[in-house]
Structures are given as structure tokens and as C-alpha cells.
């Protein structure tokens, strides 16, 4: 973290430095504007901390030198009591916050901890832009630590011709981590099949993985290979294994351990040479511990195991997979759609994500359906990604004074702009100043 501090008063740029430098940032201090011009101009920094009247070149005059330089570079600007009028006069031109003298550094820390966040969210937003080219579909997606295991344990698994149980939430890629598998085991030239154990009855979900003989039962009128069968020398997976019923892990345990299974009706053995890898988006420890899932089959399946973890763990990977699956559905829909609104991305990187990777993949299909511009904005995502920030609030309201409803609103709209006054002001449709008065008249009454 690289932080610019540009202040003529030596004993505050001084405590600055240290405060900064013992938080680990890189800093580098200057005493005038001249010098932090120049080294604006050769050097890359994340946030920059300018004081707001000095000699010849303004704390002002340094904000539109960074924004000439990065648009979108943080900017906090330190001001006197004197000068609150001129702050929010820089802040109506792109300064993220203004901290007024004299002021607690723990404070300017925490502000400026949150404009490196921010800016960090809009270099992510930059990179994913440039480099949704080189993503595959076939890919599991996503660089965050969490997801960097999941590829390592992949890696480490795929050659090996062993069972593998993959956990997770409903969404999360369970299918797609399995395929990869496949893709990189020894077995990858031949077929990969799946079936979803939860969407079929009992008989019909026998029917599928063991095929049966013409006659066996009502409707039988040929004979039918399983996907036993069907998947010879390849691999199959099988999804929802959790809602498997007794009497099918019995056979299942069975075909693991013997490598045999016999037809519906049938009476001769097959062989099978198939490598199972299952899924279940239950925990199976407690399924056994409860009863509802045989013991010695989950051992059986989990030779090997990997825990897919949700969205919500994981929000690094958001502007990854948001940018793959803008790429994929601005293609398919033949709009041109080449990037996400800084502010879209906020509310994308904010929300919960309860249906993980599978739900962010339809609100970005729906929002390039319903985006009218080049960029993805706000608008039109879906209302419960949209409203997320403060949604949900609305019909927990209750009836207050107004003068409790505005702090209420102002509050909302800290949060959703991320601490950015300016930003805060524009969204609740009042000037920076106005905000300003009202706020320091909240402190007030709470004092």
C-alpha cells in the first residue's frame, strides 16, 4: 500500500509518516505541492493525503493533478476550521473525503483505510476488464486463497483413479470441479456422464445407473444400458448423493467394492470400470451421525475430498466470475457490453450471494439483457443485488421523527457510497456543504 502525504506543517507530517509507516504502508512525505506534482508524475501510489491550503500550489491543485493522472485515485484532503467551505469545494470535484483539523489520526487511518479498499475494488474491476479474454468456461474460476486450495487439491487428486466426494452449498461449482477432474485424470479421453440423484425417484434413479433388462418392469419394452455401462473407462458423477435411499447405497456400496452390478430384472453380472466422484450439498458427516447416510459407503466415496466453498467466503473471486459471465452472455446476446460500472461492482462485491456462483451467473445474464449501455450499471442488475445495502432495511423501519429519518438516511448513504461524502451528498440529492452541516449537527445533540 503506497500512500502520498503532502503537508507544510512538519510536526503533523511527521506523525503522519509514523502513524502510516507503522501500519506497514510505503509512505512518502513532501512539504509542498511542487513536490508531490513531481512525483505524481513517476510514480504509482493508492491513495494520496494532501493538506489544503499551502504555499503556491493548493491541496486542490494536487486532487486535479492525481485525477489527471487516475480519475478515480482517493483523495483526502485536510482542512482548518477556516477553510470547510473550500473542502467541500474540492469534494464536489472528486476528493473522497475531507478530514477537518484538528483531527484524530486513528480517524484519518481508518479513512484512509477504506479509500485503499475502494480503489482496490476499481484496479480489480480494471484488471478483470483487460483479461476476460483468457478465461474458459471449462475453468474453475476464481484466484482468491479459498480457491487456490480447491485447484491445489484438484491437481493433487485428478491422477489418482480414486473416489472423490465433493461438498458445498447448491451453487457453488460441484459439477464444474468434478469435470475438471475428469479433464485432468487419466481417464480424460473417455466419457464423462452425470446424474442428479435428488431429481429422480428411487426405481427410476436404478433405472439410470444400472439400466435393466426388456420386461423387467411395466413400460420396459427394450433393453436399457445404465450409466455404469454407459460410462466405461470414464467417469461418473453423481450429484445429491445425500438424498440417495437406503436400499440404492446398499447396490452403490456394492458396484465400489466389487466392481460388479446387475441389471434391473437381470440375473448376470456386469463388470464396471467407472471412476465415481459424487457430490452431496449437505454435510455427510452429520448425514451418518444422523442415520440417513450409510457409513461404510461414505467411506467408500471419500477417498479424497474437497469442500467447494460459497461466494460469500470468498468475495475476491466476484469480479473474476462477474467479468466471465458478462463475456459469455454479452456474446451469446450479441450486445456489446465491455465492462462493470464502478458502482455496480460495489453492489455485485457487497451482497450475500445465497445462491453463490450459480445465482451471480443469471443477475449478470439478466443485466446484460437489460443493459442499454457499454458499461454494466446499477439498473439493471436484479432488485435484490441492486437494494442490497439498504433493501432489506426499508420495511423494518418504523415510524420515527423526521429528524431521526434523516440521520437514518444519511447513515444509508455513507454506507452504500463506502465513506465517500461527496458521493453520499450527490446520491441523497444535496450539496456536499448541506451534508456536512447536518452531520456535525448529529454530533451535536449526541454530545
Same mark, same amino acid.
Given at each position: 500500500?503506497?500512500?502520498?502525504?503532502?503537508?507544510?506543517?512538519?510536526?503533523?507530517?511527521?506523525?503522519?509518516?509514523?502513524?502510516?509507516?507503522?501500519?506497514?504502508? *510505503?509512505?512518502?512525505?513532501?512539504?509542498?505541492?511542487? =513536490?508531490?506534482?513531481?512525483?505524481?508524475?513517476?510514480?504509482?501510489?493508492?491513495?494520496?493525503?494532501?493538506?489544503?491550503?499551502?504555499?503556491?500550489?493548493?491541496?486542490?491543485?494536487?486532487?486535479?493533478?492525481?485525477?489527471?493522472?487516475?480519475?478515480?485515485?482517493?483523495?483526502?484532503?485536510?482542512?482548518?476550521?477556516?477553510?470547510? =467551505?473550500?473542502?467541500?469545494? +474540492?469534494?464536489?470535484?472528486?476528493?473522497?473525503?475531507?478530514?477537518?483539523?484538528?483531527?484524530?489520526?486513528?480517524?484519518?487511518?481508518?479513512?484512509?483505510?477504506? &479509500?485503499?479498499?475502494?480503489?482496490?475494488?476499481?484496479?480489480?474491476?480494471?484488471? %478483470?476488464?483487460? &483479461?476476460?479474454?483468457?478465461?474458459?468456461?471449462?475453468?474453475?474460476?476464481?484466484?482468491?486463497?479459498?480457491?487456490?486450495?480447491?485447484?491445489?487439491?484438484?491437481?493433487?487428486?485428478?491422477?489418482?483413479?480414486?473416489?472423490?466426494?465433493?461438498?458445498?452449498?447448491?451453487?457453488?461449482?460441484?459439477?464444474?470441479?468434478?469435470?475438471?477432474?475428469?479433464? +485432468?485424470?487419466?481417464?480424460?479421453?473417455?466419457?464423462?456422464?452425470?446424474?442428479?440423484?435428488?431429481?429422480?425417484?428411487?426405481?427410476?434413479?436404478?433405472?439410470?445407473?444400472?439400466?435393466h433388462e426388456k420386461g423387467s418392469f411395466t413400460?420396459?419394452?427394450? *433393453?436399457?444400458?445404465?450409466?455404469?455401462?454407459?460410462?466405461?473407462?470414464?467417469?461418473?458423477?453423481?450429484?445429491?448423493?445425500?438424498? %440417495?435411499?437406503?436400499?440404492?447405497?446398499?447396490?452403490?456400496?456394492?458396484?465400489?467394492?466389487?466392481?460388479?452390478?446387475?441389471?434391473?430384472?437381470?440375473?448376470?453380472?456386469?463388470?464396471?470400470?467407472?471412476?465415481?466422484?459424487?457430490?452431496?450439498?449437505?454435510?455427510?458427516?452429520?448425514?451418518?451421525?444422523?442415520?440417513?447416510?450409510? +457409513?461404510?459407503?461414505?467411506?467408500?466415496?471419500?477417498?479424497?475430498?474437497?469442500? %467447494?466453498?460459497?461466494?460469500?467466503?470468498?468475495?475476491?473471486?466476484?469480479?473474476?466470475?462477474?467479468?466471465?459471465?458478462?463475456?459469455?452472455?454479452?456474446?451469446?446476446?450479441?450486445?456489446?457490453?465491455?465492462?462493470?460500472?464502478?458502482?455496480?461492482?460495489?453492489?455485485?462485491?457487497?451482497?450475500?450471494?445465497?445462491?453463490?456462483?450459480?445465482?451471480?451467473?443469471?443477475?449478470?445474464?439478466?443485466?446484460?439483457?437489460?443493459?442499454?449501455?457499454?458499461?454494466?450499471?446499477? *439498473?439493471?442488475?436484479?432488485?435484490?443485488?441492486?437494494?442490497?445495502?439498504?433493501?432489506?432495511?426499508?420495511?423494518?423501519?418504523?415510524?420515527?421523527?423526521?429528524?431521526?429519518?434523516?440521520?437514518? %438516511?444519511?447513515?444509508?448513504a455513507l454506507i452504500q457510497t463506502n465513506g465517500?461524502?461527496?458521493?453520499?451528498?450527490?446520491?441523497?440529492?444535496?450539496?456536499?456543504s448541506t451534508l456536512w452541516r447536518k452531520m456535525?449537527?448529529?454530533? +451535536?445533540?449526541?454530545?
Amino acid at each position: 500500500m503506497k500512500l502520498l502525504i503532502v503537508d507544510d506543517d512538519l510536526r503533523q507530517r511527521e506523525l503522519l509518516e509514523e502513524v502510516f509507516s507503522s501500519q506497514g504502508f *510505503e509512505v512518502i512525505a513532501c512539504s509542498n505541492g511542487r =513536490d508531490a506534482l513531481l512525483y505524481l508524475e513517476n510514480d504509482g501510489f493508492d491513495t494520496v493525503i494532501t493538506d489544503l491550503k499551502m504555499p503556491h500550489i493548493s491541496g486542490t491543485e494536487v486532487l486535479k493533478a492525481c485525477h489527471r493522472r487516475d480519475r478515480e485515485l482517493p483523495v483526502i484532503i485536510i482542512t482548518g476550521h477556516g477553510t470547510v =467551505d473550500s473542502a467541500t469545494e +474540492a469534494m464536489k470535484i472528486g476528493a473522497y473525503d475531507y478530514i477537518q483539523k484538528p483531527f484524530d489520526p486513528e480517524e484519518l487511518f481508518l479513512v484512509t483505510q477504506k &479509500a485503499i479498499d475502494h480503489f482496490r475494488l476499481i484496479k480489480k474491476n480494471r484488471e %478483470m476488464a483487460a &483479461a476476460i479474454v483468457t478465461m474458459q468456461a471449462s475453468d474453475v474460476i476464481g484466484s482468491s486463497q479459498a480457491m487456490m486450495a480447491v485447484k491445489a487439491t484438484i491437481e493433487q487428486v485428478a491422477p489418482l483413479d480414486v473416489s472423490v466426494l465433493i461438498q458445498g452449498e447448491t451453487g457453488t461449482g460441484k459439477e464444474l470441479a468434478a469435470r475438471l477432474i475428469h479433464r +485432468a485424470s487419466k481417464r480424460s479421453e473417455e466419457r464423462f456422464l452425470a446424474i442428479n440423484c435428488g431429481a429422480l425417484n428411487e426405481s427410476l434413479l436404478e433405472s439410470e445407473l444400472f439400466g435393466h433388462e426388456k420386461g423387467s418392469f411395466t413400460g420396459a419394452d427394450k *433393453e436399457k444400458k445404465g450409466l455404469f455401462e454407459l460410462a466405461a473407462g470414464g467417469t461418473l458423477f453423481l450429484d445429491e448423493i445425500n438424498s %440417495m435411499s437406503p436400499a440404492l447405497q446398499v447396490k452403490l456400496l456394492r458396484v465400489l467394492q466389487e466392481k460388479t452390478f446387475m441389471r434391473v430384472g437381470g440375473s448376470k453380472e456386469l463388470l464396471t470400470d467407472v471412476r465415481v466422484i459424487s457430490a452431496s450439498n449437505a454435510d455427510l458427516k452429520i448425514e451418518v451421525k444422523e442415520g440417513n447416510f450409510r +457409513a461404510d459407503l461414505y467411506y467408500r466415496l471419500n477417498v479424497m475430498d474437497i469442500t %467447494m466453498p460459497p461466494l460469500r467466503e470468498r468475495k475476491d473471486d466476484i469480479a473474476e466470475l462477474a467479468y466471465f459471465f458478462l463475456r459469455k452472455y454479452s456474446a451469446k446476446y450479441e450486445k456489446e457490453i465491455t465492462s462493470i460500472g464502478t458502482r455496480a461492482m460495489t453492489l455485485l462485491s457487497s451482497y450475500g450471494w445465497p445462491g453463490n456462483v450459480r445465482e451471480l451467473e443469471n443477475s449478470i445474464s439478466r443485466a446484460v439483457i437489460m443493459g442499454q449501455e457499454h458499461s454494466l450499471q446499477p *439498473e439493471s442488475l436484479p432488485a435484490e443485488v441492486s437494494e442490497s445495502c439498504h433493501g432489506s432495511m426499508v420495511s423494518e423501519i418504523p415510524l420515527m421523527p423526521l429528524g431521526e429519518m434523516e440521520k437514518l %438516511m444519511i447513515d444509508r448513504a455513507l454506507i452504500q457510497t463506502n465513506g465517500n461524502k461527496a458521493k453520499a451528498a450527490q446520491l441523497l440529492g444535496i450539496d456536499a456543504s448541506t451534508l456536512w452541516r447536518k452531520m456535525k449537527s448529529f454530533e +451535536a445533540k449526541t454530545v
